[in-house]
């Protein structure tokens, strides 16, 4: 059964910094590409950062320079480190593999809040 499990949300000042991660199980983590995934309210949800099992990475524009996204295979864990935060980065922010495993995969997600 895949799971994935993220946490390390939370409420943050405009500027301020985060660290997601993100317990994967149920699937062989490192031979795929991960993805953080956000869905603010009365938006879809929209891929943020993606990692290779190569360790290349990708980003939306609306993140590049301000969130690192990283793997650690021995762990099967993801993380997502956030920096200069804007309120406009208010979701909740999802991981799952890139792209989406399947429709049910996903997990509870982890509230980030940013406030001005």
């Known amino acids: 059964q895949v799971q994935f499990v993220e946490s390390g949300g939370g409420l943050v000042q405009s500027g301020g910094s985060l660290r997601l991660s993100c317990a994967a199980s149920g699937i062989i983590f490192r031979l795929n590409a991960m993805g953080w995934y956000r869905q603010a309210p009365g938006k879809q949800r929209e891929l943020v950062a993606g990692i290779t099992s190569g360790r290349s990475t990708n980003y939306a524009d609306s993140v590049k320079g301000r969130f690192t996204i990283s793997r650690d295979n021995a762990k099967n864990t993801l993380y997502l480190q956030m920096n200069s935060l804007k309120p406009d980065d208010t979701a909740v922010y999802y991981c799952?593999?890139?792209?989406?495993?399947?429709?049910?995969?996903w997990g509870k997600g982890t509230l980030v809040t940013v406030s001005s």
């Open positions: 799952n593999t890139d792209p989406p495993f399947t429709s049910s995969s």
